[in-house]
């Protein structure tokens, strides 16, 4: 068979990478848009596939058009394989279906309990939840380079400490076991299924070329299966590979010196997989020059291997106009994490009163990105955050954990208030009696000598500050109060039974609706309501399905179970949200772009994020089993922040403070900086009082970001009514 050479492109960060590509596919197609529906574009995910198919738009003035066919092959599945192989013979119901998330971390730990023993000399279920969740990742790490189980058994040499035997004997669950449990299941891991369905896909290509124009675009290749996908793809005779962010530019030594904490790292070791060299990838023709390429020659030289920053002293940055270097970059520092959050909001608010623009902050830090929401609902904006929230932060999921919390430290005092004073609580009565009755309850009940254990206990205390004359309690509160120990009775039950946990979970939610229900109102209709509500039903369904296997739950370490059962479901809200305001994760603004840039937290241990040592394996140990070094997740923060940061408007930010605790600013920071011979220009006016211009407008009042400001400078639509 003929080898082909390979044809792999890519597109500067100087350029927004969606729109350069849809640009070179249209020029491709020769300006026809019908000539679009013969190609065929993979992309990393379902985010960039609605980030390209808006910048097509953008390009035809979103005029209706025949868009080319856009795969994602991060998020690989049946139906996306079977299209892919049309015609080709591609059969993926072949291939044993991957076992779920919950289904595999029940088993698991059910092993790890098994060895770590359970009682109150073992593990305690939460602990056995969270070492099971820790195996998951492995397996899926050792699958996805391809690397055997059994191979874990050789895995520590002789003079090592003994810990490193126990951590051995621990992994027999995955390299012994675990493959005998996934063949009675009839199931395989979702690791290895995706895998074998891109190897699948890939040989079949390689073997029968498929019709039409195909383009892999905005991959990194980070998993091996995808690399091989992408050098098949890239030899096709009607193929190609289009990277995003190789620096063509680097020379041969600096390239030597990249590893994987460089931000090259991810693209220098996707090219090595592919077999192709860097001097044959080609730039893509963008057709007209970026204004921001001086920027990107700084921060590209900036990120130069240390092994050859000696070089910067000859580079002549000193010297350059500081308002051409710096044109379009600007910072912000905070003195707290939540002042940075309030000059982010300011900034994107300020971007509102442009017709059409648009601002997106990046940034690793779900805390910044919270505040950043918070202090925009100050304005009524609700912003697109791709990151969503966890479950268990929501009004519903609170109101579940204080449920947990209250039933493991047996009803005491103050976790039992804080459960009462929970706007979901009635208890089936009206709301305003209740609540009537329970600030009585705490003030004539509750305080002083805590009273006996349990719900019983409370009950009598109760009953007996009935009969108090000095005690303002009477016997409709002590109705009401008798309404919510019987709600909550049925789970102090369950778990003074040791009930599986299946049932724990049933009850538990029983008891929720029981006390969410209102005068009028299901408890049904208040708890599962709304996009939280859905997230939780959904996640609740499917633990209540698998967990029935886990019983000796003691009422103790229920709140701590429960949080570990619940703390990987997100909610991400889909609709309802700004259409010109985004927040996102350093993944989604890896191939997109909005007018202005906000690279928010720029911290180190934030962003980058802190190496965080594998609980399995030390570097050398990693390094001689064949996985990839820790350092590798440095490396793409580094390449997502050179992509994020290239836009025509960019405003970097970083607190001093972050819960109290100084802060030291990014590496990145510090090095273009030191290379440019000055600082970064701030943008300190957002720091002038932001929390106070945040408040909303008062009527009559004047306000330069009041909402129905035109843009004209220096005039305001609520001037007329000062």
């Known amino acids: 068979m003929t080898v082909r050479a390979p044809k792999v492109y890519t597109i500067s960060p100087a350029y927004s990478f969606t729109d350069a590509l849809a640009e070179g596919v249209m020029a491709m197609a020769g300006g026809d848009p019908t000539e679009l529906s013969e190609i065929t574009i993979l992309v990393p995910n379902r985010r960039a596939q609605r980030s390209l198919r808006e910048a097509f738009l953008r390009i035809m003035g979103k005029r209706p058009m025949v868009l080319p066919t856009m795969r994602p092959i991060g ?6 394989i079977a299209f892919l192989g049309a015609g080709l013979g591609l059969d993926p119901s072949d291939i044993p279906p991957a076992i779920s998330g919950v289904r595999r971390q029940v088993l698991l730990m059910q092993q790890v309990m098994k060895w770590g023993g ?7 279920p939460a602990q056995g939840w969270r070492l099971a969740g820790e195996l998951a990742k492995l397996m899926d790490q050792l699958e996805t380079e391809g690397l055997p189980f059994d191979g874990l058994k050789d895995l520590v040499p002789e003079g090592l400490a003994h810990h ?101 790292g991810v693209v220098k070791a996707l090219l ?73 909001a300011m900034v994107m608010r300020e971007v509102l009163e442009v017709p059409e623009r648009t601002a997106a902050l990046v940034t690793p830090d779900r805390a910044l990105a919270r505040h950043v929401r918070a202090a925009l609902a100050r304005w009524g904006i609700d912003v697109d955050d791709t990151g969503g929230d966890r479950v268990l932060n929501t009004v519903p999921g609170r109101f579940l954990g204080l449920i947990a919390s209250a039933a493991s430290e047996g009803f005491a005092p103050v976790p039992l208030l804080a459960l009462l004073q929970h706007p979901f609580v009635s208890a089936g009565g009206d709301r305003r009696a209740y609540l009537a009755a329970i600030r009585r309850f705490d003030m004539f009940v509750m305080r002083g000598v805590r009273p006996a254990g349990g719900l019983d206990g409370l009950m009598a205390r109760a009953e007996a ?53 209102e005068d009028g109102v299901a408890g049904t209709d208040k708890l599962w309501k709304g996009e939280e509500g859905h997230a939780l039903a959904d996640a609740a369904a499917e633990l209540t399905q698998e967990t029935g296997a886990i019983r000796d739950v003691t009422a103790d370490g229920y709140a701590a179970l429960f949080a570990e059962l619940f703390s990987g479901v997100t909610v991400r809200p889909v609709w309802r949200k700004h259409p010109r305001l985004y927040i996102w994760g350093t993944l989604e603004a890896r191939l997109q772009r909005a007018d202005v840039m906000i690279l928010g937290g720029l911290n180190e241990g934030t962003w980058p994020g802190e190496v965080k040592p594998d609980p399995w394996m030390n570097r050398p140990m990693r390094k001689e089993f064949g996985l990839p070094p820790l350092e590798r997740r440095t490396g ?25 605790a100084p802060t030291v600013p990014s590496r990145w920071l510090f090095r273009i900086e030191a290379l440019a011979g000055a600082g970064i220009p701030e943008a300190s006016h957002y720091l002038a009082g932001p929390m106070r211009s945040m408040l909303p407008p008062k009527p009559g009042r004047c306000c330069r970001l009041h909402p129905s400001h035109p843009s004209r400078p220096g005039q305001c639509a609520c001037r007329s009514r000062r």
């Open 118 to 124: 359970a009682g109150e000399t073992g593990l305690a």
């Open 75 to 80: 998020d690989v599945d049946d139906d996306e």
């Open 465 to 517: 500050a009935v009969d108090d004359k000095k005690a303002d309690f009477n016997k409709d509160d002590l109705v009401i109060v008798r309404a919510v120990t019987d709600c909550l009775r049925p789970l102090e039950q369950a778990l003074a039974n040791r009930e599986p946990l299946d049932m724990l979970l049933t009850t538990h939610l029983s008891v929720a609706e029981a006390l969410a229900a």
């Open 636 to 660: 793409q923060a580094a390449h997502d922040f050179m992509q994020a940061a290239m836009g025509d408007e960019v405003i970097l930010t970083r607190a001093e403070k972050v819960d109290g």
């Open 164 to 264: 490193w035997d126990i951590t051995l004997q621990f992994l027999q669950i995955v390299s012994a076991h675990w493959p005998t449990i996934l063949e009675a299941e009839g199931a395989i891991n979702p690791a290895a299924r995706r895998d074998t369905l891109l190897r699948l896909l890939a040989d079949l290509w390689e073997a029968q070329p498929p019709r039409g124009k195909l383009i892999a675009a905005g991959s990194t290749g980070s998993i091996p299966a995808t690399a091989r996908l992408l050098s098949v793809v890239a030899r096709l005779p009607d193929g190609m590979v289009v990277l995003p962010g190789l620096d063509t530019r680097m020379d041969d030594a600096a390239w030597e010196a990249v590893d994987a904490s460089h931000g090259q």
């Open 272 to 344: 090595t997989d592919m077999s192709v060299n860097r001097h044959e990838v080609r730039e893509w023709d963008v057709g007209h020059a970026s204004e921001t390429a001086t920027r990107a020659r700084l921060f590209r030289d900036a990120l130069l291997p240390s092994v050859v920053t000696d070089r910067w002293m000859s580079l002549g940055y000193d010297s350059l106009p500081k308002d051409e270097l710096f044109r379009g970059l600007r910072k912000i520092v905070a003195p707290t994490r939540r002042e940075e959050a309030a000059a982010i």
